[in-house]
């Protein structure tokens, strides 16, 4: 599609994931962040584990913890990032989404899920974008 896209994601359940610990977040970051972004939150961290502040490091580990499993976050960063990339491929500025995204939850049975699958795979053909789904990119 030319104006939007469609995710279907499954949102863990927050309260089962392990406590973030300073290896699982330096682990991380690699996946979430440049290397200037990365090599800044390991000064911090490093800084932190130095100072004799001890609430310090327990503040930035919450402040990534409180983000695992949080969808607006993901969308939120999701979208920042892919709309840096293009403004930089193809020399523009600005935004390119002007409405914050929409959600729809997807549970009970298969028959949901395959529903909203089907959804999203049949959307370009409902644009007429292309006849049949598996031509479109």
Not at 30 to 55: C, F, H, K, N
């Amino acid at each position: 599609m030319t104006n939007h896209f469609h995710l279907l994601v499954r949102v863990p359940d927050r309260e089962k994931f392990p406590k973030l610990t300073v290896e699982g977040l330096l682990a991380m970051l690699p996946l979430l962040y440049d290397d200037v972004q990365s090599l800044g939150i390991r000064q911090e961290i490093e800084r932190a584990q130095a100072s004799s502040d001890p609430t310090w490091l327990p503040q930035i580990l919450e402040r990534f913890a409180v983000r695992r499993g949080d969808l607006s976050v993901f969308l939120k960063e999701l979208k920042q990032r892919f709309t840096q990339w293009y403004n930089r491929r193809k020399g523009r500025r600005g935004t390119l989404w002007e409405d914050r995204f929409k959600s729809v939850i997807v549970e009970g049975s298969e028959a949901a899920l395959l529903t909203m699958a089907a959804y999203i795979d049949l959307n370009p053909v409902r644009a007429g974008m292309v006849e049949d789904p598996k031509d479109y990119r």
